[in-house]
């Protein structure tokens, strides 16, 4: 059985061990030491990463008794290496496990909710709720977990006896036999067999980015230690880039927003009335019963598809309006009972490289041959109707 250093000292990043065993293996060599303070991928928490002597370690795991680290080089079995964890990696692990200690005890302590899932991922902790909960249940539990962080209280990671573990309230995802490894962390009892810091303030700020509706609760994106910093600062810097765009301090985003929103409502409501007098103009000018081909300059794909109807209802016709657009040229094709206006649109997607397609009643895309003009279009609608 290799010695986990890692469950006693948390804190120890360089050790000396026996090379126990070293062979080739997928993606490098499988090295068993007699003692290692690197922490396998387990219970949420990604592998450490670091060297053994002059050789990379890229790989952590275990069989539950045997941790295996697999190197970009061998190691000559009982010799004596030097393993050095990537420290920053490792603290950054610890941060986000004990972060997420304490407010999964939060939100289990003020609503019943247990974390049913966990995964220390990039650039967020994935956290999910067997419950839902509301933004106010949320930030309720967020404060109190920062409460619990900057009280500072000592982390304690212990193996108590059978008679003491049977006594003791703690979370746990499944049942457990056998020896239990607890920790208590701001309040919260927890099974676990992860990293964590020494003290709650070392966790520094515990953020959630994002909640989302997940199966029967919810998932948390969470950001803990310098991770939520990051995220923190990232959001104040995009909200008072934001803030310069609409004239208005952050703290009061929502209202400009919400200003803005309806004057470009308003906007559309206009820009659609005049689309619609557009139309109307093409169709007093169209011809009754023949087909029309309209260059509408400035239209949108909505005011093409509003003269390119309007024209065909005046005139029981064909008709197509054409404007500048997409991938070159934006068409909208409108016919009237039975005709089908995909399989014009389809020769004209096939002669002018385009795309796009519809109902028999209309379709609409665009078309990207380069130099098309639309002279070119008008002819080949003419010629296929």
Partial sequence: MTQKLYETDAYVQEFTATVLSCAPAQGGYAVVL????????????????????????????????TITHTTDAPLEPGAQVTGRIDWPRRLD??????????????LHRLFGAENVGFHIGSPYVRMDTSIPLTAAQLARAEAEANAAVRADTPVHCYIPDAAT???????????LEGPVRLVEAGGDCCACCGTHLAR?????LIKIISAQHYKTGIRLAVACGQRAYDAVAAICADAEAAGRLLSAPAGSLTPAVENRQNGETALKQRIAALQNALANAYVKAAVPGQPAVLWAEGADGDGLRRIAMAVCAGTNQVACALAPGGQGISYALAAPEGIDARALGKALNEAFAGRGGGKPAFCQGSLAQPGLTPEAVREKVTTLL
Avoid: N, W
């Fill in 165 to 175: 573990l049977a006594a003791t309230e703690y979370r746990s995802k499944k049942e």
């Fill in 93 to 106: 692990a610890m941060q986000q496990h004990t972060g997420e200690h304490i407010l999964s005890g939060a």
């Fill in 200 to 204: 709650t303030g070392e966790v520094g």
């Fill in 34 to 65: 007699d003692k290692t303070a690197f922490f396998p991928e387990g219970g949420g928490q990604p592998c450490d990463l670091g060297t053994l002597g002059a050789a990379h370690v890229t790989d952590v795991h275990t069989d539950g008794t």
